[in-house]
């Protein structure tokens, strides 16, 4: 599979000409690491290939194979063989990643030299990372990252962490069902309306549940309305912010989206937090078999796999859809997460309207990579993260879905780069055009990210899977996660969180 | 003064005392301590962790439902496992192979297996419900739904665990000895008759010794959960080791979770003998 | 010469209590008592496999107590049949003699002697475990008897095995107990016969203590008291009450006729020993049957008496139906007095 | 009795033995599928239902990104349960022994106690130890090597020796070795010369326990090492990303199960012969 890229020459050129000087001709051929050419950047193959680590070993973590692990097994063995030092990777399943790192941390043990992890766990992490050198924040590829990136990789003033992938929850669909007048007729007598993309999570649900349960594909397999991650401890905490984010985020109102940054009153059981579980709830029966325990996985299998109408969360369902062998290739389009027309404003405690849908993109968490402040040899290290997401890499690494590497630089943004993967012109254009807005977007919502992160959202993914299995309604189930954040709270100390989450205030209300 | 008895005991008992001891002590230690994600180390905070482990209904409701999980376990393993032992007991065509194909499933990784099993349960794309299907029964909502979840669970415990009463049940009839037997055929009683007289009775001891030790073990599930089901949905297949894990890895609250692991041990040493004794008084009819 | 002096043990269930005896070289001593008397303890306390709590064990005057089992001399055959199931059957012998430092040529030698000795000649190969009950304890036998230690044990043998196997092996022991030299040789049996039958000496034990020790033909004749006389022989000499009154010895209605040898104690109550075979069918004396049980060729009759209960001893197979009343006659020339007390006060002229 | 019944035991041993087998066969009919034949539904029989493809396997040896190379995980496993194991049951063994011949007394501690301390270990949730245990092999510099892994393991394995072992010598008839002893050997002797060889039995069993129990630990495995000594069930969660390779995952699972399902063959071979009689009480 590493050597699929087809027709992409003329593309990558294209893609790299823009930002950086003509290529130096390179004398060594390094296709043989599955790269079309070597492409000119700070890290590229020949500056890797002039270094000398030889005797030296590099200890990585990382998530488990293929999201990003693969990726850096690849590119981990390309540096090995390169520099001639030995690098050794071992792969951690998402829930167990945190502890993996936090115990040699806490207890002062050099365990791992790089570290790829969830980039909201920077509240965590920050004390125990060296900050990335100048030589690095001004290399070719790190000047290409969009802000909103490098915001997510800074901590007080100052980049932790190494961005190496991009990541923002948005919605998918299939077009070929959207534009069937069959299915739009059919849409209009079950509802009334017109078959649209769903502007509001209302209209998610509502188109969701009337094309759940029939075969709309003609496979003869059944067909579903919604994938979505809703196995709790499995990321699905991330998609409850995305469905209540809207209600909740009010463009005018600043200051704090989880909490009030002034008090640290926990503001999750706010009205606006409750509606979007409501949904949530409803959501369930526009659900495939099993729905309500799928990992994001199984959500890439089911929309992937052609099973679902719609999913939102990361790009890999998409990518996945998009890939050489799938069914669903070209079938499929990205449109920003659905909005609200009711927003919860907690200066006022009034619902305010909206004529046009209030959107809060959510800069969802992704993959971030770092060095360890006790590493050894961290030249070595921030050498290899650089070489990671060097130019010939990065667009290796996009092109293959399970790799998990998403658009996070300025250059990725370009649909003709999509469209040389065999990506019809409307779809790289919607993906594209998707992705570049939430950038722009200034009502964003971000990861509480403080520490004690993982403690906070595992107590609220674990209300929002009471709600959703039935054991309490949304507002008790939030009720019971407000008390157990103010516990946490008193715990960790407000003064030491409100320090930290000032940091995401910060981005959110736009002050950078 | 050391004599050769010393010569036995002391390495195991000293070596399992320096593994053992410090670990365990320094968990007290934490028990007392703030220790989180946050504040490392061993500051003193008195029972606090304690008096949060009392109101902490999820904990509590979790050692009730590993009550249930492990008395439905534990007891379906040992039926079964007792029925397939008597019925390959006695020398059969192919016999043999079904003892070798009984054994197998215990020597199997649970978190290997587990893996596979939720690929089984998948809802759309395992075998499960494809197979049900068949026979018109469908989809069944393995993982998704609370009973569901907790069906799946028993049942790969079941299929994991069933062997280990298999092994040491067909090994404690293999070892019986023939005379009770004569004078039940001699007496002329029923096969049901010999069973509940001669059999049983004469399989309390080994019967005990096997159910503790899976009831032990049972007590610690947790590989199978968190693969399978993550103690979800909801909280409907949380044990209690899975949610000290949530809360000592996951949550990364130290010394939290080591103020619950002490009281789980507590409770389980408790627990543990009063069932051995239990099950001393009625299947044996002694005490002690 | 092997000295107990008022040795005792502490163990829970059967404590030995003040032993006292010397046992001299190349003597055997039979050790007769009821199952749980001692007998065993008694053993594996020479053995050293107890632990002494009081009192003194030497062997040719030397302190044992703190000496460790093996290098105490001594051998031992188990009532179970203790072999090494890994072992064939010369190395079984062989074993005991490669520990003491035999040299393999010279160990082999003395083991096959001892195997053709217990008359297992061409079994040397075989497992233990495929060897039938008694040639099992013959191999246990010859592994005891070559090392030709200075004491053998020898606790129970034979009750393991069936009637015919007893009978032919202990006709054999005085030959094969004669192999171990000039060592001593305790025996413990729960059969009054074979104690008497292979022992120089009989030592009589009871709850765990020693009651009498004398040559078998003493202690059979003139038991010392009521507990020895039950355990002199099988079935066991019936003991009734009566009194000695105005010349004579009255059980009960009945009155006794008396042997003239008998010298007859001061009046008052009295403990009479009737031995199974005094007991004889005919006569004017009327008894009830309770019980009658074969024994080999003979016929053991339980009776019920005005005075009590007593065992009778017939030879050949006699049927007797439960509560049939029958006449005997009691022959007084063998009757055995005790006081009250139980110590035996019979006295016989010596001619008359 | 007679016919019928038969038919009906043996049809209800056929459903049992299917209902074992079957996690198997789904996991080798899986580890031929690919993506297509994975998201398409539940199929079983390849070139029937799928087109079978070899990635699953192959990936399992290819070096670098395209898996994870099964070989080095697979002999740090063999190695560390071989060591744990033959560890926990040598001293597992002598101490079983001694509980079961001689009387310890420590002002209140008697044999039964020491006995419970053992087994007790087992009742102890693995998560208690994962934090000391990080910190005390820290301390010695034991993190991330075998023989980190082996000391863990011969704690965890200590117990089930020393529990298997305790039945199994009270079995066997104290006069073995009061035999040995009178016919010359010290204690210490009596045990290696006599008792030893006669626990062949009890030794298989335990020795199976320890098998299984350190092969198929996955937790401390997991909590102690880094990279450089990662054991069979860690190198097979590193495949169980949110995009699982199911074909993978079951090549992998098949080959890290085989091992020990050999051991199966073993312990019925004995069980057959009736010389387990004794090694369970």
Redesign the interface.
């Known amino acids: 599979m590493?050597n699929k890229s087809t027709g992409s020459i003329s593309a990558l050129a294209i893609a790299a000409a823009g930002i950086l000087p003509p290529a130096v001709a390179t004398a060594e051929d390094y296709t043989k690491y599955g790269v079309v050419s070597d492409l000119p950047g700070t890290c590229n193959y020949a500056a890797i290939d002039a270094m000398d680590y030889s005797g030296e070993t590099l200890?990585?973590?990382t998530?488990?194979?293929?999201?990003i692990?693969?990726?850096t097994?690849?590119?981990?063995?390309q540096f090995a063989e390169l520099t001639g030092a030995e690098v050794?990777?071992?792969?951690?399943?998402?829930?167990?990643l945190?502890?993996?790192i936090?115990?040699?941390f806490?207890?002062g043990?050099n365990?791992?030299d790089v570290l790829f992890y969830a980039s909201l766990w920077i509240g965590?992490f920050n004390r125990f990372l060296a900050p990335v050198p100048e030589a690095y924040t001004n290399s070719s590829g790190m000047s290409d990252v969009t802000d909103s990136f490098k915001g997510v990789a800074t901590w007080n003033g100052q980049m932790i962490q190494y961005p190496m992938d991009g990541d923002r929850h948005y919605l998918k669909y299939r077009t070929d069902v959207f534009e069937n007048p069959e299915m739009q007729a059919k849409f209009k007598d079950a509802t009334g309306r017109d078959l649209t993309v769903p502007a509001t999570w209302e209209e998610y649900n509502e188109v969701a549940s009337v094309f759940s349960g029939f075969d709309w594909d003609d496979d003869g397999?059944l067909n579903y309305g919604s994938a979505e991650v809703a196995?709790?401890?499995?990321?699905m905490f991330s998609a409850f912010i995305s469905r209540a984010a809207p209600y909740a985020k009010h463009p005018d109102v600043g200051g704090g989206f989880f909490f009030d940054l002034e008090t640290m009153e926990p503001m999750i059981n706010t009205p606006g937090f409750v509606r979007g579980l409501e949904l949530f709830v409803e959501a369930q029966k526009a659900f495939?078999?099993?729905?309500?325990?799928f990992?994001?996985?199984?959500e890439?299998?089911?929309f992937?796999?052609?099973?679902t109408l719609m999913s939102y969360s990361w790009d890999?369902a998409f990518i996945?859809a998009q890939q050489e062998?799938s069914?669903i290739r070209n079938a499929v389009g990205a449109a920003p997460l659905p909005g609200a027309k009711e927003v919860w404003n907690r200066e006022t405690g009034q619902w305010d309207s909206f004529e046009e849908p209030n959107r809060a993109p959510y800069m969802t968490w992704g993959w971030s990579s770092a060095v360890s402040k006790e590493s050894e040899n961290q030249k070595m290290a921030f050498d290899f993260l650089c070489f990671f997401s060097n130019e010939a890499n990065t667009f290796h690494d996009l092109q293959i879905?399970?790799f998990?590497v998403n658009p996070y630089r300025d250059s990725h943004f370009d649909s003709t780069f999509w469209q040389g993967l065999g990506w019809d012109a409307d779809v790289a254009d919607s993906y594209v055009t998707t992705l570049s807005e939430m950038e722009d977007s200034t009502n964003r919502v971000y990861d509480l990210r403080v520490?004690?992160v993982?403690?906070f959202m595992?107590s609220m993914a674990?209300g929002v899977?009471?709600a959703?299995?039935?054991?309490k309604s949304a507002q008790e189930a939030l009720d019971g996660v407000a008390k157990e954040w103010s516990d946490i709270v008193d715990?960790?100390?407000a003064d030491?969180l409100r320090d930290a989450y000032a940091n995401v205030v910060r981005l959110e209300d736009n002050e950078d | 003064m050391l004599k050769p008895k010393h010569f036995f005991l002391l390495p195991a008992l000293l070596t399992l005392a320096a593994i053992i001891l410090f670990p365990l002590i320094f968990t007290v230690r934490v028990s007392f301590s703030s220790w989180d994600v946050y504040q490392t180390g061993l500051d003193f905070i008195g029972g606090r962790n304690y008096a949060r482990l009392f109101q902490d209904t999820r904990f509590w409701e979790s050692l009730l439902r590993l009550s249930g999980m492990s008395f439905i376990t534990v007891t379906l393993q040992y039926v079964l496992g007792f029925a397939l032992a008597l019925a390959v007991w006695k020398k059969m065509p192919g016999g043999r192979v079904f003892r070798v194909l009984f054994l197998v499933p215990m020597m199997t990784t649970p978190v290997v297996m587990s893996v596979i099993w939720r690929t089984v349960f998948h809802e759309s794309l395992g075998p499960a419900n494809d197979l049900l299907s068949m026979i018109g029964i469908g989809p069944v909502p393995w993982l998704s739904s609370a009973t569901g979840a907790f069906i799946s669970v028993v049942i790969v415990e079941v299929w994991q665990w069933t062997p280990f009463m298999f092994l040491l049940l067909l090994a404690g009839l293999v070892s019986l000895p023939r005379e009770p037997y004569l004078a039940a055929a001699i007496d002329g009683a029923s096969p049901t008759r010999t069973f509940w007289q001669v059999t049983f009775p004469l399989m309390a001891p080994i019967s005990i010794g096997a159910i503790i030790i899976r009831l032990i073990e049972a007590s610690k599930i947790m590989d199978t959960v968190n693969v399978m089901t993550s103690g979800g949905p909801g909280t409907a297949t949380e044990t209690p080791s899975y949610y000290i894990y949530i809360r000592g890895l996951r949550d990364f609250q130290v010394g939290y979770s080591a103020a619950l692991s002490l009281a789980y041990l507590v409770l389980m040493i408790i627990t543990l003998t009063i069932i051995a004794k239990l099950l001393m008084r009625f299947l044996v009819g002694k005490d002690d | 010469m092997l000295t107990l002096k008022n040795l005792s043990t502490a163990d829970r269930k059967r404590p030995l209590f003040n032993l006292n005896a010397d046992l001299e070289n190349s003597k055997i001593y039979t050790i007769l008592g009821r199952t749980g008397a001692g007998k065993t303890e008694l053993l594996r306390t020479l053995m050293g496999l107890d632990d002494i709590a009081e009192g003194h064990l030497a062997l040719d005057g030397q302190d044992l107590a703190k000496r460790p089992v093996r290098k105490r001399q001594m051998s031992m055959v188990y009532q179970q049949f203790i072999n090494y199931p890994h072992f064939t059957v010369l190395k079984n012998v062989v074993f005991p003699l490669r520990r003491q430092g035999y040299s393999v040529e010279d160990a082999k030698e003395r083991a096959l002697a001892a195997l053709s000795l217990v008359g297992l000649v061409g079994f040397e190969d075989r497992m233990p475990s495929e060897l039938s009950g008694g040639q099992q304890q013959r191999v246990a036998i010859a592994r005891a008897i070559v090392k030709k230690s200075r004491i053998l044990l020898m606790d129970e043998p034979l009750a393991n095995l069936d009637y015919k196997l007893r009978e032919k092996l202990r006709e054999e022991f005085p030959r094969l107990l004669a192999e171990n030299g000039d060592g001593i040789i305790l025996y413990s049996t729960t059969d009054p016969a074979e104690a008497m039958q292979l022992g120089h000496e009989m030592i009589v034990m009871h709850e765990g203590q020693i009651l009498a020790k004398d040559a078998p033909e003493e202690i059979f004749e003139a038991p010392a008291t009521v507990e020895v006389a039950k355990l002199i022989s099988d079935p066991p000499v019936s003991i009734v009450d009566g009194k000695v009154a105005e010349g004579r010895i009255v059980l009960c209605e009945t009155e006794l006729p008396l042997p003239p040898d008998l010298v007859l104690p001061a009046n008052g109550p009295v403990k009479v020993g009737i031995r199974p075979d005094a007991l004889l069918v005919g006569g004017d004396t009327t008894a009830r049957v309770v019980l009658a049980e074969f024994s080999g060729s003979d016929t053991i009759v339980h009776l019920s008496f005005d005075f009590g209960s007593a065992v009778m001893l017939i030879e050949g197979i006699h049927e007797f139906m439960p509560d049939q009343i029958i006449s005997v006659s009691l022959d007084t020339s063998s009757l055995l007095l005790f006081s009250a007390e139980g110590k035996n006060i019979t006295e016989r002229r010596s001619n008359g | 009795m007679g016919r019928t019944y038969n038919i009906i035991k043996y049809l209800c041993l056929l459903a049992w033995a299917t209902f074992v087998v079957f996690p198997f066969l789904w996991a080798l009919s899986t580890s031929f599928k690919d993506a297509n034949a994975v998201t398409s539904g539940a199929r079983y029989i390849p070139w029937v239902e799928f087109e079978p493809s070899v990635q699953g396997w192959t990936s399992l040896f290819a070096s670098g990104s395209q898996g994870i190379n099964i070989v080095q995980p697979f002999f740090n496993s063999a190695s560390v349960t071989l060591l744990a194991s033959i560890v926990s049951l040598g001293l597992g063994t002598l101490a079983a022994y001694g509980l079961s011949r001689f009387s310890y007394k420590a002002g209140f501690v008697k044999n039964s106690d020491i006995t419970f301390f053992f087994i007790s270990q087992r009742i102890m949730p693995p998560i208690v130890l994962a934090i000391p245990f990080f910190l005390m092999l820290k301390e010695i510099q034991a993190l991330d090597t075998i023989f980190g892994l082996v000391i863990v393991y011969v704690a965890l394995l200590l117990p089930i020796a020393v529990w298997v072992m305790t039945d199994f010598f009270a079995s066997i008839p104290k006069e073995l070795d009061e035999m040995a002893m009178i016919d010359g050997c010290t204690p210490i002797g009596a045990f290696f010369r006599v008792v030893l060889p006669n626990s062949t039995a009890g030794l298989v069993v335990a020795g199976m326990f320890c098998l299984i129990f350190g092969w198929n630990d996955f937790f401390f495995a997991f909590i102690l090492t880094f990279t450089e000594t990662q054991l069979l069930p860690v190198a097979i969660v590193s495949l169980n990303s949110s995009v699982t390779p199911w074909w993978s995952l079951s090549a992998f699972a098949l080959i890290s199960v085989t091992p020990l399902a050999l051991i199966a063959i073993v312990v019925e071979r004995f069980m057959s012969r009736g010389s387990l009689a004794g090694a369970f009480r």
């Open positions: 590493k200890n990585v973590i998530h488990a194979i293929p999201v692990g693969e990726p097994a690849l590119h981990a063995e050794n990777v071992v792969h951690v399943p998402f829930g167990d945190f502890q993996r936090m115990i040699p806490q207890s043990q365990a791992y965590d397999e196995k709790r401890d499995d990321l495939p078999p099993g729905g309500s325990s990992g994001l996985g199984d890439i299998f089911s992937g796999g052609g099973q890999d996945q062998d069914r879905g399970r998990g520490p004690g993982g403690q595992s674990n899977a009471e959703l299995a039935g054991q715990r960790i100390g030491r």
